[in-house]
């Protein structure tokens, strides 16, 4: 009887790691590096190419009669939006005889509240002197138009008060006739009717003077709120910096670009779903990181760092090519010229050891036809990779990229060392790269990570425990070439993730 035992689940993955978006969108600076640029050039090209009109301001004291202590600012927001009126707009074009339009007019000035009395007006024109008329012109407008205002709902609240201040003196009137006339001869009800006359006559009396006193206050309130209204502020240009205006407007856009650019890349990264860490590339591909390449550099010295290093890791990769009796292959992912060049470097010191031939899988050909230099190792087409002498060494170089022969993996050889590039494949390939490999029986001994980023810290090191030792009757390692070959393929598929044994998980398949 077999028994098969389950992997158990592993912890469920956070939906957003944290130190994973920070390093993706870091790696990302040159994106949201150039936006940030592009929208300081952007604001100081603005101050450049539109600059800004000839501006005049002025300050209008307002007089409310509702003025509360207390008011939020409703009474100078409601004369901010009076003042965008045609009424206001057309009046002021009058004065200035102008034959502008009091729509078109209406663009060129703003005004706002400063507090709940002082309304500020800016005014742009083709002129210094332009706009200072305007903005005088403008705030007479707005105070005739505030004045009469006043005048005209004190007035028509004055006329009501007279009017009812004369319909009770009509009536008034009536009652004194009442009384002049007398009651009927005799009797206690004539008597209780004058006496009620008189009690009117008293009370009409006094609504007549109150109405009269209050007709007065309101002709009275009118001069106070009028005087209670004039510019503050008398018309003045203001003085416009084009190096002020340029360093402000090129802040303004240096902050906008690196806040969009910033957004662009975490957003992408989310998106595109893109391992940049060891830990995680190690685990979506099923092998452990055995080395890194820097990014290529443009400095001299910065290129010597990279080949000393490029160097330290073909000492390395030759180390595990003797140590095993099968071919090794380098097959690279998003990073084709840096496999081509360790490639080589690996050939040029096994060759110490004895003649080497490079099968070269790379898409184009990119070894085999490139012109030989003297000392360079001989480099076949994977079609010829039957007729290298086995007492040649072999080593094959191939591509896992999308569009891959899988088939043709195998023939480049059986142990290989995957060279991947940090933050190129999203998640699901990774995941195909490694089931393919494993369906190819193709043992992956490492990863090589290209352009890693210099401050991750995590390991990259699969580990599970020590071997178990083989149990009694089982094949050992020292039992024979059968038993080395099921221990081989027992360790390859202990090494396997167990997703990579549960069926496709992308569209793409096996050409």
């Not at 083709?126 to 709902?153: M, P, Q, T």
């Amino acid at each position: 009887m077999t028994t098969r035992t389950t992997p158990e689940p592993s912890a469920a993955a956070p939906l957003l790691d944290l130190h994973t978006l920070v390093v993706a969108v870091r790696r990302r600076r040159r994106l949201w590096g150039s936006m940030a640029l592009l929208g300081m050039l952007g604001g100081a090209g603005s101050a450049v190419l539109l600059p800004t009109p000839p501006t005049a301001v002025t300050k209008v004291l307002v007089a409310h009669q509702e003025d509360q202590p207390n008011d939020p600012g409703t009474l100078i927001r409601t004369d901010a939006a009076l003042l965008h009126t045609t009424r206001i707009a057309g009046d002021a074009l009058k004065a200035l005889k102008s034959p502008d339009s009091p729509e078109d007019f209406m663009k060129d000035y703003v005004g706002s509240g400063l507090t709940n009395n002082v309304l500020q007006i800016e005014v742009t024109g083709e002129s210094d002197a332009e706009a200072v008329a305007r903005a005088r012109a403008l705030a007479d407008a707005f105070v005739a138009d505030h004045v009469r205002r006043i005048r005209e709902a004190w007035n028509a609240e004055a006329d009501a008060l007279i009017d009812q201040r004369d319909r009770l003196r009509g009536e008034l009137t009536q009652v004194n006739t009442a009384i002049a006339d007398g009651p009927p001869a005799g009797g206690p009800p004539a008597s209780s009717d004058m006496e009620s006359l008189f009690a009117r006559r008293a009370e009409l009396t006094s609504q007549i003077s109150d109405l009269g006193q209050r007709a007065a206050e309101a002709r009275i309130g009118t001069p106070r709120l009028i005087a209670g209204t004039q510019i503050v502020d008398a018309p003045r240009a203001l003085r416009n910096s084009l190096p002020g205006t340029a360093a402000t407007n090129s802040a303004i856009g240096l902050a906008l670009g690196l806040a969009l650019g910033l957004a662009v890349s975490a957003v992408g990264t989310v998106v595109a779903d893109r391992p940049v860490l060891r830990r995680e590339i190690a685990a979506h591909l099923g092998a452990s990181v055995v080395g890194e390449l820097p990014r290529r550099s443009a400095s001299p010295w910065r290129r010597r760092r990279i080949g000393a290093e490029r160097s330290r890791l073909a000492a390395s990769l030759a180390r595990t090519a003797r140590g095993a009796a099968e071919p090794l292959s380098l097959l690279e992912l998003g990073c084709a010229p840096d496999a081509a060049a360790l490639a080589l470097d690996l050939a040029r010191v096994l060759a110490a050891d004895g003649p080497v031939v490079v099968v070269d899988g790379l898409p184009g050909r990119r070894l085999a036809d490139r012109r030989a230099r003297p000392g360079d190792p001989t480099v076949v087409g994977v079609d010829h990779a039957g007729s290298v002498p086995r007492q040649e060494l072999r080593l094959g170089v191939g591509s896992v990229a999308p569009g891959t022969a899988w088939s043709e993996l195998p023939l480049l050889g059986p142990r290989t060392v995957l060279v991947v590039r940090a933050g190129h494949a999203g998640v699901a390939w990774l995941h195909t790269v490694a089931r393919q490999l494993a369906e190819q029986h193709v043992q992956v001994a490492g990863v090589v990570l290209l352009a890693p980023d210099p401050r991750d810290r995590t390991d990259g090191t699969l580990w599970s425990g020590p071997p178990a030792p083989a149990a009694p009757g089982r094949p050992d390692a020292t039992d024979g070439p059968a038993a080395r070959r099921d221990g081989t393929e027992r360790r390859r598929a202990e090494r396997l993730p167990s997703w990579a044994a549960q069926g496709p998980d992308s569209d793409q398949g096996a050409r």
